[in-house]
């Protein structure tokens, strides 16, 4: 059976993008704040979810680094990185006493984490939630999948570089389909989804991904 959402944190999101990625390096939590400004722009409201534990980066693209997170009554309250307070974000970035502090835990400890981060920051309301998710396919990276799934992630983005090495064997990947349901290819709602909103369509490269089935739609550049 197919786990059912209880209403939450997230009751007020409208769509969840989750950003992935085979290896570490190739630019993801670029491409999700890019993203995030992209929508932003757009006039949309947007959160960013910064779980990659070990690297939280994302705080200091924004010049973030040094906020302070607030509780409430209903959990943790997110940075607004501007003034008008349409971009929210939340970094275990906000939790360490340094920003280089190293974050050495288990894998318990941090799946519990990425878990009270998706059910216990307090987002409002908002038109996009940006997931910046741990590189490969990794125990933290399995449990932010199923943590949000139940939410009905609107879709998401690989982001790799034009080496071969970047597309590791068992990595992130369109043959991930078979493990992951998120990663179901659906060329059709694609092409369907991206004819609604001709500004975001990335440019089609020539060619397709190295020794893959998924078109290689953007890569960033070196």
Known sequence: MEAVAEPGNLAGVRHIILVLSGKG??????????????????????????????????????QAQGCAVHQCDNGWVP???????????????????????AVVWRGPKKNALIRQFVSDVVWGELDFLVVDTPPGTSDEHISAVEA?????????????TPQTLSWPPGGVCGGCAAGADLLQEDRAASDR?????????????????????????WTPSL
Do not use: N
């Open 25 to 62: 390096g190739v630019g993801k939590s670029t491409i999700s704040t890019e993203l995030a400004l992209a929508l932003r722009h757009a006039g949309k409201k947007v959160g960013i979810l910064d779980v990659d534990l070990c690297g939280p980066s994302v705080p200091r693209m924004l």
């Open 79 to 101: 940075v607004f990185v501007d003034q008008e307070q349409s971009i929210a974000l939340m970094s275990v970035g906000f939790l360490l006493e340094t920003p280089d502090e």
């Open 148 to 160: 949000l799934r139940p939410y009905q992630p609107l879709g998401a983005v690989l982001v790799t």
């Open 193 to 217: 989804h991206c004819g609604k909103h001709e500004r975001f369509r990335l440019p089609a490269l020539r060619g397709e991904a190295p020794g893959r089935q998924a078109p290689c739609l």
